[in-house]
């Protein structure tokens, strides 16, 4: 009678020992497991958890990603989801924006493609008047012309070159057989006046080119002011 008590209480010590070890084994796969929505590590970097918005930098760049959409990023392939799209880098599959595409330039006016002719030969009232010299584009295809001519007034024995205003200048583009213009504004001679210049002849430097050409002056005398700080006479921008 003893022994099967001893044997009984044997057998409850064995069971309960087994139902401890399967706690702790329950215990230690529950502690070990993923659960959904868990921080996961990727080359030792935490990621986000799966629905969550992350900004950060990758190989492609640094960009900022939610929910299927990229921006400010670098190049990035895949398709965006619906509502999704990519900006500041190229993109496969997706709509993209920001990134720069090759265009084409519109050359220089030369100076061997230009008409040089006068719009204006000299005109106004008073003292100051102006003649307007036309730049006219013959290469047969259109060119840009941008800044200040060199303008002499030129005759047998002298030589004066004009000074610029100091207009801002603008950038002109010009189709095949279009026009643009300066204007010389100068001064004439009052009654009186001792230091006069006739010029016959204008030297006309199309601007960031070397090569001039002649027109012939029609404005008559100008007051001679080659020696002045801000003279009364001088030339502006093309397309002013």
């Known amino acids: 009678m003893s022994n099967l008590r001893n044997r009984r209480k044997n057998l409850r010590k064995a ?34 958890a799966a629905g969550n918005s992350t900004s950060g930098s990758g190989s492609s ?50 100076a061997s493609q230009l008409g040089y002719s006068w719009a204006d030969p000299g005109s ?25 001519p060199g303008v002499d007034l030129v005759n047998s024995g ?20 279009a026009s643009t213009n300066f204007a010389i504004t100068f001064l004439v001679p009052a009654q009186g006046d001792s230091t006069t210049f006739t010029p016959t002849t204008v030297v ?7 090569t001039s050409f002649d027109l012939s002056w029609h404005g008559g005398a100008v007051l001679l002011q080659d020696g002045a700080t801000h003279p009364g006479t001088f030339i502006g921008p093309v397309g002013e």
């Open 61 to 110: 760049g640094t960009g900022t990603t939610s929910n299927g959409g990229t921006s400010g990023g670098g190049n990035t392939s895949g398709s965006s989801t619906s509502g999704g799209s990519t900006s500041g880098g190229s993109s496969s599959g997706g709509s993209s924006s920001g990134g720069s595409a090759a265009g084409t330039s519109v050359p220089s006016c030369q």
């Open 204 to 210: 006309v430097t199309a601007p960031n080119q070397r």
């Open 158 to 177: 002298q030589k004066w070159s004009l000074q610029r205003t100091n207009a801002t200048p603008k950038r002109v583009t010009l189709a095949n057989g």
């Open 15 to 48: 069971a309960a020992a087994l139902t401890g070890a399967a706690a702790l084994m329950a215990l230690l796969t529950a502690c070990n497991g993923t659960a959904t929505g868990s921080v996961k590590t990727d080359n030792g970097a935490a990621a986000p």
């Open 124 to 148: 106004g009232t008073g003292q100051q008047k102006h003649a307007v010299v036309a730049f006219t584009n013959k290469s047969g295809h259109s060119c840009t012309m941008y800044g200040f």
